[in-house]
């Protein structure tokens, strides 16, 4: 009960900040418009390198246009609903130096909400459009016998794996707060992680798979249930049904993620920096 | 007396660590506030001052929840700070001089809508507190003005009212007239008086300028080193520090040192004398003397500033620790 209601003081707090963000940007219309446009192309062009790709192979590591196309849809469009929602948690070690990070923790509200919305833009709905619209064209050309689980794993994988990039982003800013200026190494682990992502597991060594299925979790976000859809082998030797553990997944990051964050919430109360 | 801020052998200990090579470091324990107590009761005004590093803003962050104490008892409104953070916030109003918490690109008045939403304020409360905050500290032509356009004296009442829309029991301010001219000034120090007098709210601010505490605080703390020198009346403060005020006189021209008891010369600069007298003598009788016995062109008075008071304390204690 307490923690439902936690929950909703975060969401309310969230809504309320991020608005104020919002209207902030529109003070500035014309940079608002240009920014957006100019994210509109900058994430197209990301396609358009791999469309080039394409034009000189027929296939990578044994997958063509439409799948890889599938796999990108799906991490881009995962990764940008995530960075839409808590994308500036790496503003977090700059409000820390600044000392504005104090101001918020005398506000009655969740703290990891506050810093959530902080500097939310709207901006980012450009990587989640260019996302959509690349899966979309994908699961029109895909091969695929479409099974009822095959449907219902597709957004389940987007939403599950959009809540381990949310959790990846909580972590990256817990830990933050214990190495003040590690905004750099939070970005090797998620924009990193979205180009890894976007290419087929079979171009990477097996050994190097095993780390990135087993250390970071991020493989369930693509490549097992993906392989599932696209009724591809996985890329290790998994049971079937590891295709549908993403939630479970996802639930266990998130709980792991609000551990680490309330650890270096308190880190940060107990040394003040 | 209602103790309203209860502080109990409280300590804060920083680990400090720095780097002395690869992968080397040295601890060290730092103590940024050693053993304090003291309790403030409801409707006090009191000023908190120290040199720089002294842990006065430790103290202001752990009696706001920012801050865990590592040891000893703490109290504010009967709740834990530490423990429950964001039920202490309803009651409690914090000012940082010198860190904001209105919107820079958006009009004023946004961010104080957004405090109303924050904190649940009810409409007709919110209207009331607002409209009182907006006519004492003439806000009234900076609402729609955003506030990044607003000088640091308008911002620092901005916040102030943001601070005080919730209906806070108790109000600290951390250097809230830093930066600021005469006039804003003297209108925060009015409102502050005001909103103490009239509201009995709790207020505790930290200030390196002795004229904010002098004007409206009846107590003051003074923190040295983590530890509370001293706690009482500011006329005590004066007697312990043997502080002075100084009066600077532009006579008509070059004249030898002016006499006049129990002022005394400290310097000469041409037609211009420095006179050094104690901060308890009136300056009004010491000026009509001067006034009637030299050529007078110009003067202003100086009051001792917090470092210089503190200062001497410290020689005092030392004298004494001697003899």
Partial sequence: ?273 | MDAFIELDRVEKVFDVRKKTGFLKRERRQVRAVDSISFTVARGEMVGYIGPNGAGKSTTIKMLTGILTPSGGRLRVAGIDPSRERTRLAHRIGVVFGQRTTLWWDLPLIDSYRLMHRMYRIPDARYRENLDRCVELLELVDLLDVPVRQLSLGQRMRGDIAAALLHDPEVLYLDEPTIGLDVISKAKVRGFLRELNTERGTTVLLTTHDLQDIEQLCSRVMVIDHGRLMYDGPLAGLHEVGESERTLVVDLERELPPIVAAPARVVRVEGPRQWLAFPASESAAALVARVAAEYPLVDLSVREPDIEAVIAKMYAGEAEKAVS
């Fill in chain 1, 1 to 273: 009960m307490a923690e439902t209601s936690r929950l909703g003081e975060g969401v309310r707090a969230y809504r309320l900040i991020a608005g104020m963000w919002i209207r902030s940007a529109m003070t500035y219309r014309t940079s608002f418009v240009v920014t957006m446009c100019a994210n509109l192309v900058m994430t197209g062009l990301d396609f358009v390198g791999i469309l080039l790709m394409f034009s000189q192979v027929d296939s990578l590591g044994g997958w063509g246009l439409p799948e890889i196309a599938f796999l990108y849809g799906l991490s881009v469009t995962a990764f940008g609903i995530a960075d839409l929602v808590l994308g500036s948690m790496d503003v977090l070690g700059s409000r820390i130096r600044d000392g504005s990070f104090d101001i918020l923790l005398v506000r009655p509200a969740p703290v990891l909400a506050q810093i959530g919305a902080d500097r939310f833009a709207v901006r980012r709905l450009g990587r989640i459009t260019q996302g959509t619209v690349v899966l979309g064209w994908a699961l029109t050309s895909v091969e695929v016998d479409w099974s009822a689980a095959k449907v219902l794993l597709v957004p389940l994988m987007v939403v599950s794996s959009a809540a381990i990039f949310c959790a990846v982003f909580v972590a990256g800013a817990a830990f933050q707060i214990f190495a003040q200026d590690a905004s750099e190494v939070q970005n090797a682990f998620t924009y990193g992680g979205t180009t890894l992502l976007q290419y087929p597991p079979t171009v990477f060594g097996k050994d190097f798979v095993r780390g990135v299925t087993f250390v970071l979790p991020l493989a369930f976000v693509n490549w097992v249930p993906a392989s599932y859809v696209l009724g591809r082998p996985y890329p290790l030797e998994l049971p079937g049904w590891a295709a549908f553990t993403p939630p479970l997944v996802a639930v266990a990051c998130a709980a792991l993620a609000g551990l680490a964050w309330r650890a270096g919430l308190g880190s940060y109360r107990s040394t003040g920096s």
